[in-house]
């Protein structure tokens, strides 16, 4: 009974995920999902990629979390528009969720929508919200065994970050190792070094968004 | 439909988490359910804590994990018996997961009961595994936003670990938020600094464990 259930949730998720592409894909704009640990500096490397962008790009973001706007309220400065999406006791945003957000959103000479899941490394990984591509991020202080620990967040990336490389120097943290992981079950995205704290190594984040 | 299986599952959560919680107090032992974000530092700061164990006194671990194996292998050289429960895709531990690592285990003459849960903030919150005490940890670099967006972790914790408060000094991080949010949701746990690193604040944790 139980399993039924999550497999009709998980079949409504594709169909509407499916919609927002094909709805996203006509009006050209690109969408990425950024997932990751709380405190991964989500919020933080789009408010430096909201900085670097040129005048003649206008980016919007969809901000998933529990409670609280804090996150939009941070990044309202930099985005044409934001909404934040309170999941209440939920873990991920859904596709029906990321729907009814764009449905407040104006995405007309939009070339970016970014999607800034629930901080969580397990939830968010099994929902497609019709991005284009998933963005992984992966903060030196959470550690190196973090890709063997939750391949499920890492497996699907299309892109991942490390970020918060600043602390390289002061933490124990073994970038080999993290590679070594990713070698056994992502060898198809690039895994970029970043600290949007001080703007090391964004330049490579925003070649790969096509800035 | 589906809000009658969740309901069924917490009730039988629920109900094996006070059959645990009647064998533990049966056996003398100290349960605690360690929960947090990833990489806040549960693994590192009961490899502290079993350091500091005194020849008098014995711990047991229950690792849960989605995968791998690293964390009971971290702690196997300071517990008495470590057991690690791999959850797949599960973000959090159920109480019978816990039941049966506990028939693993011998609890003749052991003090106490580590249970370190999935790293997550979300999942493990309403999951009563029979411990004695919920212990929450954040960590400096998850940032100070994190008991106003994740209240439903912060609520039920009987203490509260601000860890790797080496980093202080190096990031941004605004204790006194931390402490409002606090005042509006917990006012019953104590929140204690540390740095299983560097070994500041560690008394203050052993001492609330009373060792």
Redesign the interface.
């Known amino acids: ?2 399993i039924k ?1 999550v497999e009709n ?1 998980l079949k409504e998720n594709v169909r509407s995920a499916r919609e927002i592409r094909a709805r996203l894909d006509e009006a050209g704009v690109l969408a990425l999902n950024l997932t990751s ?3 991964s500096g989500k919020t933080t490397l789009l408010e430096a990629t909201m900085k670097a962008l040129g005048p003649e790009k206008r980016a919007v973001v969809l901000v998933g ?4 706007t ?1 996150d939009a309220e941070r990044l309202a400065g930099g985005a044409a528009e934001v909404i934040q999406i309170n999941t209440g ?3 991920h945003l859904s596709a029906a969720q990321v729907a009814e957000g764009l449905d407040g959103l104006t995405l007309e000479n939009v070339t970016y929508l970014f999607i800034e899941n ?6 968010p990984a ?1 929902f497609d919200l019709g991005e284009h591509a998933r963005v992984v991020l992966l ?1 030196v ?3 190196d ?2 890709v ?5 967040l890492f497996q699907p990336a299309d892109v991942i970050l490390l970020t ?1 490389i600043d ?1 390289l120097g ?1 933490l124990d943290f073994d970038v080999n190792r993290v590679r070594e992981d990713l070698d056994r079950i992502n060898t198809r995205a690039p895994l970029l070094h970043l600290s949007a704290r001080t703007g090391d190594g964004m330049d490579g984040w925003l070649e790969w968004l096509g800035m």
């Open positions: 009974m139980k259930v949730v640990a709380p405190g979390d529990l409670q609280t804090r006791r939920g873990c629930v901080g969580n490394m397990v939830c099994g903060s202080p959470e550690g065994d973090k063997a620990k939750y391949p499920t918060k602390l002061v």
